[in-house]
């Protein structure tokens, strides 16, 4: 069996069940129905990273994207309900506009990714991606170190916004009597 | 090596397009997720033909952005319900009134 072949089958596989599962996302009525589709899209986007050679990529796409974020959105909808959309596929002048300003997009885009001309080469492992992260000669230290930075706000800024309004305490209350 | 780029530039104008026509804020967020998704294809694919490692080092801070936004993100949007007891998007015109 030519190699080069099956790669290219197991591609084109793996394409269309992302399309068709990221069509999924925006057409399902029901959240979790969308959750579970952006769920098959982030596993094959972690099979596209693998059939690229980033190794570690594809494995930070499962645990981050499949393994936190997906769990996240399930728990919010478990949390708030999935809510009623008001959905009446809105006007066909929305549609139109949406269609109109995705499609000047990709026309857009289009001429440069025909142009390109990209070469097979070697891949990265793991080893050159934490020699070019946490080197001292890196170029990323300080992207690194603003990321934690980043990462800490949002942790608190989530917190913060999650607890609301403080009810006042029921010390406060007595006081009050 | 550019099907790589047309299944990402498909993705990502999906969940544009998801994000202009949907209404619930959750779903919303999914679209998001998707175009960031789309772009990461992108970045890798770049990373792999130019044989640069700095490309995939650039697509796993996206992921840990996304983890930040992510987090920020659905924390906004139970804020949002709980002062509208609603999902959609609509409903956020309180700047409108």
Redesign the interface.
């Known amino acids: 069996m030519d190699s080069e072949l099956l790669r290219q089958g197991a ?2 596989t793996l ?1 269309s069940i ?2 068709v599962g ?2 999924g ?2 057409c399902f009525r029901r ?1 979790v129905y ?2 579970l589709s ?1 769920l098959i ?2 596993l094959g ?1 972690a099979a ?2 693998a059939s ?3 190794h ?2 594809a494995l ?2 499962v645990m ?2 499949g393994g ?2 997906t769990v ?2 399930l728990f ?2 478990m ?2 309900g999935a ?1 009623k ?3 009446n596929i ?1 006007s066909l002048f ?2 139109s ?3 109109l ?3 000047g ?2 026309l857009m ?2 001429p440069d ?2 142009t ?1 001309k ?7 492992g793991i080893k ?2 934490g ?3 946490f080197t001292a000669k890196s ?2 230290l300080f ?1 690194l170190e603003v ?1 934690g930075a ?2 800490t706000a ?2 608190v ?3 913060v ?2 607890l ?1 309004k403080k009810e006042p305490t029921i010390k406060y209350v007595e006081e009050k009597k | 090596m550019q099907v790589y780029l047309a299944l990402s530039l498909v993705m990502f104008l999906i969940g544009a397009l998801g994000f202009l026509f949907r209404k619930n804020v959750v779903v919303l967020f999914m679209c998001v997720e998707l175009m960031l998704n789309a772009a990461n294809i992108a970045i890798a694919v770049f990373s792999r033909a130019y044989l640069d490692v700095d490309g995939q080092v650039a697509a796993l801070f996206v992921m840990a952005v996304a983890a930040a936004e992510a987090a920020i993100g659905l924390a906004v949007i139970i804020a949002f319900f709980r002062s509208t007891k609603s999902l959609d998007s609509s409903d956020a015109a309180l700047m409108r009134r």
Not at chain 1, 118 to 124: A, K, P
């Open positions: 591609f084109f394409a992302m399309l990221s069509a996302v925006i959240p969308s959750a952006l899209v982030i986007t596209i990273f690229l050679d980033a570690f990529l930070a796409q981050l994207y936190a974020i996240l959105f919010l909808i949390l708030i809510g959309e008001r959905f809105m929305y549609w506009v949406a269609l300003l995705t499609i997009l990709g885009l289009m990714i025909a390109l990209l070469d097979e080469g070697t891949s990265f050159e991606l020699n070019a992260i170029n990323w992207v990321t980043l990462l949002s942790m800024a989530a917190v916004l999650a609301g």
